[in-house]
């Protein structure tokens, strides 16, 4: 009779655990923006300026999001001086304590547990209103999800499909997923209707 009582009682302190996680990431994103004119960690390469210029992924690597953000010694540890340091801040910061199966870091692409999402102008087929510009700290609405902890086509992090959710302003949100909610295909609805703290 205990047991599912226990069980329950981990997965919260698992969330709680990673909703710390990404507040730390939120802290990171406004070091790194204070020194790069306000931008959040983006692709390298990438000019979001253009039309469809749009960013969805949870890779791992120095050119990703996540690894400028440790490889920048964003988050108050010293910058990571090899591949192995990187690996393990990685985990440290970006590694979901309830994920079993999205992060991995010895695979091809290497991944981590949070899908990030950044752009300018949404994408032009994502249907009306569009979905609010998430690039710019202090430009954009504070309200734009940034990052989130559940990966689509992969296992959810969370049962229940439960989702924290870390945004442009840097407060984070459990966001309690109905099962219509997850079912959402387009990117435009899911973040207008699932993710973004925002009212379009």
């Not at 226990?6 to 730390?24: F, G, H, P, T, V």
């Not at 990171?28 to 204070?34: D, I, R, V």
């Not at 300018?120 to 734009?144: C, F, V």
């Not at 229940?160 to 219509?180: C, D, E, F, I, R």
């Amino acid at each position: 009779m205990l047991l599912p009582a226990l069980s329950a009682a981990r997965e919260r302190a698992r969330a709680a655990n990673c909703i710390n996680r990404q507040k730390q990431v939120g802290v990171a994103e406004f070091m790194y923006g204070s020194v790069n004119k306000d931008h959040i960690a983006v692709y390298a390469n990438t000019d979001y300026s253009q039309p469809n210029s749009v960013s969805i992924a949870n890779g791992w690597g120095s050119a990703d999001p996540s690894g400028k953000l440790v490889y920048g010694g964003c988050f108050g540890a010293d910058a990571p001086v090899s591949a192995e340091d990187a690996e393990l801040q990685a985990g440290n910061y970006f590694r979901c304590p309830s994920d079993s199966a999205n992060f991995n870091l010895s695979g091809s692409p290497q991944t981590i547990s949070y899908t990030f999402l950044i752009w300018s102008k949404a994408h032009s087929g994502w249907g009306s209103p569009a979905p609010e510009g998430r690039l710019i700290i202090g430009r954009d609405n504070p309200g734009s999800c940034i990052f989130f902890d559940m990966y689509p086509g992969t296992k959810n992090n969370h049962p229940n499909g439960n989702v924290n959710a870390l945004y442009l302003g840097g407060h984070v949100k459990s966001l309690p997923l109905s099962a219509a909610q997850q079912a959402y295909v387009a990117w435009g609805t899911r973040v207008r209707s699932a993710l973004d703290d925002i009212t379009y």
